[in-house]
C-alpha cells in the first residue's frame, strides 16, 4: 500500500536560516505529491503540490520537487520566518483516475523559528 | 466559497455516550472526507462521499462509526457508544472529483472521551 515517511521532528531553527524537511514516499502508479500545514488548534492548509515527475510545487517562499528517480519530495524554504512555526505533513493521493483519491499522510514534522 | 465549515469545534462526552458531528464542504466540491488524527499524528482516512454515496470506508471505521451525506450536500459523522480511544481531531475534507487539486480542509471537531 501507499506510505509516506517523513524526517523525524522537531525542527528548531533561527530566523533567515535554510529549512530542508525530507519526504519520501511509497507507491503504485503515479502519484500527486503534497505538502500541507498545520497550525495549533486548526485544520490542514494546503502548503504546495505537485502532480507529475520533475513538476516543482511553490507557494509563499516553500518549494518541492517530485523526484520520480528517489521517490522524494523534499520541502525547502531559504529563510525561514517565525510564523513559519507549525506542523507540516507530506502527503500522496493516489493518481486521478482511480477510485478515492485519499490522502495518505506522513507523520508530521513540527516546525520552531526562533527570532 | 465560505471553505469548509464544521460543527462543533470541540466536543467533550462521557465514555458510553453517542456524539454526531457535522462537516458543510465547498459547495461546488462533490466529493467530501473523512480523516481522524491523533495526537502527534498524521491524518488517516476513515470514509468518503462522492456526492451522496458512500464510496469507501477504513478498516479504522468501526460498526460504532456511522457517516451520512443526504443530498449530496453536508455530511454527518455519529460515534455511537464512544470510547476513551476514539479521543481525536475528526477532520473533514472536501474536494473536486479526482482530488489532483488537494484537498480544502475544516478546523475540525476536537472530540474528548472522559
Known amino acids: 500500500g501507499n506510505s509516506v515517511t517523513q524526517m523525524e521532528g522537531p525542527v528548531t531553527l533561527s530566523e533567515e536560516a535554510f529549512l530542508t524537511i525530507n519526504c519520501t514516499y511509497t507507491?503504485?502508479?503515479?502519484?500527486?505529491l503534497f505538502w500541507y500545514v498545520q497550525y495549533p488548534g486548526e485544520g490542514l492548509q494546503l502548503l504546495l503540490k505537485a502532480t507529475k515527475a520533475d513538476d516543482k510545487g511553490s507557494n509563499k517562499g516553500f518549494e518541492a520537487t517530485y523526484r520520480k528517480e528517489t521517490t522524494s519530495f523534499h520541502l525547502e524554504k531559504g529563510s525561514v520566518q517565525v510564523s513559519d512555526s507549525a506542523v507540516y505533513f507530506c502527503?500522496?493521493?493516489?493518481?486521478?483516475?482511480?477510485?478515492?483519491?485519499?490522502?495518505?499522510f506522513g507523520e508530521g514534522t513540527q516546525l520552531t523559528v526562533n527570532p | 466559497d465560505t471553505g469548509v465549515s464544521q460543527d462543533p469545534r470541540h466536543k467533550i462526552t462521557k465514555r458510553g455516550q453517542n456524539v454526531t458531528f457535522r462537516c458543510d464542504p465547498i459547495s461546488e466540491h462533490n466529493r467530501l472526507y473523512w480523516y481522524r488524527q491523533t495526537l502527534g499524528q498524521g491524518p488517516e482516512f476513515l470514509t468518503y462521499?462522492?456526492?451522496?454515496?458512500?464510496?469507501?470506508k477504513s478498516r479504522l471505521l468501526s460498526d460504532r462509526f456511522s457517516a451520512e451525506r443526504p443530498k449530496g450536500s453536508f455530511s454527518t459523522l455519529e460515534i455511537q457508544r464512544t470510547e476513551q480511544g476514539d479521543s481525536a481531531m475528526y477532520l473533514c475534507?472536501?474536494?473536486?472529483?479526482?482530488?489532483?487539486?488537494?484537498?480544502?480542509f475544516g478546523s475540525g471537531t476536537r472530540l474528548t472521551v472522559v
Open positions: 502527503a500522496l493521493s493516489d493518481p486521478p483516475e482511480t477510485s478515492g483519491s485519499r490522502l495518505t
Open positions: 462521499f462522492q456526492n451522496e454515496a458512500q464510496l469507501e
Open positions: 475534507a472536501s474536494s473536486r472529483a479526482g482530488g489532483v487539486y488537494g484537498y480544502t
Open positions: 507507491a503504485t502508479g503515479y502519484p500527486s
